[in-house]
């Protein structure tokens, strides 16, 4: 019988290793040798550090993809100011030490102002079909069969 210690450390040494699958993982968390509540306990643990590491995760996520909006955001600005220059003093192409800059016509963008103004041989019609979930899942829980569909038991542990 291991102590908590160990127990710790086996745990610890689990949670470190991705490249184990899930049979893999439920074949080695059996082996290990300890009360029930303990690894309980240990994988109670483990949830919650997953959590924390997910949040942690999600804030980076959402301050990265906030500063790539920023960024873009200035670029966007400082290419228009360049050009705007450019045109201002009527040059076409210019060289300076380390950049060759040169004001283009691309693309015009197409600007709806109101969709609502715009005569019909402009607007497409979009018809999207999709299940009714919660038609299905009345009908189901209701015992009535829908082919194509069954209902899934979703059990789950909340961890305080």
């Known amino acids: 019988m291991s102590n908590l210690f160990e127990l710790n450390d086996q745990f610890r ?10 049979t893999v993982m439920k074949d080695t968390l059996d082996a290990i040798d300890d009360t029930r509540k303990d690894k309980l ?14 949040d942690f995760m999600t ?11 920023y960024r873009k ?27 060759l800059l040169s004001a283009r016509n691309f693309k015009a963008s197409t600007i709806i102002d109101s969709d609502k103004k715009l005569p019909d041989k402009f607007k497409i019609t979009e018809t999207t079909t999709k299940p009714d979930k919660q038609a299905i899942y009345q009908a189901l829980k209701a015992g009535e069969e829908v082919p194509g569909a069954h209902l899934k038991v979703n059990r789950n542990t909340v961890i305080k």
């Open 73 to 99: 955001n200035k670029l966007t600005w400082i290419k228009k100011y360049i050009t705007d220059v450019l045109d201002d003093a009527g040059i076409k192409k210019i060289a300076t030490e380390n950049h």
């Open 59 to 69: 804030d980076k996520k959402k301050s990265w993809e906030e500063g790539i909006t």
């Open 41 to 54: 306990e240990n994988l109670a643990t483990w949830a919650d550090q997953l959590k924390s590491e997910i």
């Open 13 to 22: 040494e689990l949670s470190q290793r991705d490249d184990l699958d899930p």
